[in-house]
T-cell receptor, first 114, second 110 residues
């Protein structure tokens, strides 16, 4: 069991470039999440997918889009990167809703936008 | 939406002493309260959690208490060891989302 995996581990973009962050889980979880982590601010929810075929905005969705490709995969896209999107991005998954709430996190992607 | 406040932001204790981190939440409908430990450069990892129908939960040196009336919950670490040094995050679940506190940097001094 690899758990939650993310690619890439590191990325440097120029302002205005686009990219997609990939996330996959092999635990047969129903719900998946994308967070960003900035120094001193904890983790903030960008988007989540409660189940395959659904996506919803979190606290900080502006500038991002997501796709729940299938039950295993949930991608995050930056269409036109801005320096304010420099952050560490974590994907997470959970068995829930109404089943189990524990979230398992991927190793993270460190993104720098210059 | 939910708002979670966490204190203190930094905490230093001597090895063997206890450490307490406190969080408050705003949404009375929140029903699940996990605590995560994050070492430098690593992913957050769940160390203990509690549901809203329980007042206290203990796992070896770690315990969590929940006061639903006051809307606050706390993490207690006893007999601290150098490997407990990390950033600790509390969180509260409402409306299918987890809202995290801003974190506490715990340093255990040898």
């Amino acid at each position: 069991n690899a758990g939650v995996t993310q690619t890439p581990k590191f990325q440097v973009l120029k302002t205005g470039q686009s990219m997609t962050l990939q996330c996959a889980q092999d635990m047969n979880h129903n719900s998946m999440y994308w967070y960003r982590q900035d120094p001193g601010m904890g983790l903030r929810l960008i988007y989540y997918s409660a189940s395959e075929g659904t996506t919803d905005k979190g606290e900080v969705p502006n500038g991002y889009n997501v796709s729940r490709l299938n039950k295993r995969e949930f991608s995050l896209r930056l269409e036109s990167a801005a320096p304010s999107q420099t952050s560490v991005y974590f994907c997470a998954s959970t068995l829930g809703p109404q089943k189990a709430y524990e979230q398992y996190f991927g190793p993270g992607t460190r993104l720098t936008v210059t | 939406g939910e708002n979670v406040e966490q204190h203190p932001s930094t905490l230093s204790v001597q090895e063997g002493d206890s450490a307490v981190i406190k969080c408050t939440y705003s949404d009375s409908a929140s029903n699940y309260f996990p605590w995560y430990k994050q070492e430098l450069g690593k992913r957050p990892q769940l160390i203990i959690d509690i549901r809203s129908n329980v007042g206290e939960k203990k796992d070896q040196r770690i315990a969590v208490t929940l006061n639903k009336t006051a809307k606050h919950f706390s993490l207690h670490i006893t007999e601290t060891q150098p490997e407990d040094s990390a950033v600790y995050f509390c969180a509260a679940r409402s409306a299918r989302q987890l809202t995290f506190g801003s974190g506490t940097q715990l340093t255990v001094l040898p």
